[in-house]
């Protein structure tokens, strides 16, 4: 089973910063994707960035130019830094990747438990 463990998350106010961590761990052949989602209340989860193997970055139009996801392949750990935070970026933040746990499996995903950030004054 691989797990993923968020850290990172808390209070902040407008305008401020905060860098998220997702760690990977466990048995892992091959990583295609990791991917930051977003759940604020009373809304559907959405997807808020993502990174290729390749190092390939995407992100949805309401965080593009401000937040950044990053990975150090040597730990399996991705990162989000999000910088200049609305109100509106306040959600449970969730980890999620898409794995090949061995060479002859297809492909899994996996979620972690997630971590909350609050941006408010």
């Known amino acids: 089973q691989v797990q993923l463990v968020e850290s990172g998350g808390g209070l902040v106010q407008p305008g401020g910063s905060l860098r998220l961590s997702c760690a990977a761990s466990?048995?892992?052949?091959?990583?295609?994707?990791m991917t930051w989602y977003r759940q604020a209340p009373g809304k559907q989860r959405e997807l808020a960035a993502v990174?290729?193997?390749?190092?390939?970055?995407d992100y949805a139009d309401s965080v593009k130019g401000r937040f950044t996801i990053s990975r150090d392949y040597a730990k399996n750990t991705i990162y989000l830094e999000m910088n200049s935070l609305k109100p509106e970026d306040t959600a449970v933040y969730y980890c999620?990747?898409?794995?090949?746990?061995?060479?002859?499996?297809?492909?899994?995903?996996?979620w972690g438990q997630g971590t909350q950030v609050t941006v408010s004054s």
């Open positions: 999620h990747t898409a794995v090949e746990v061995t060479s002859a499996s297809g492909v899994a995903a996996y």
């Open positions: 990174i290729l193997r390749g190092g390939i970055a």
């Open positions: 466990g048995s892992i052949f091959r990583i295609y994707t």
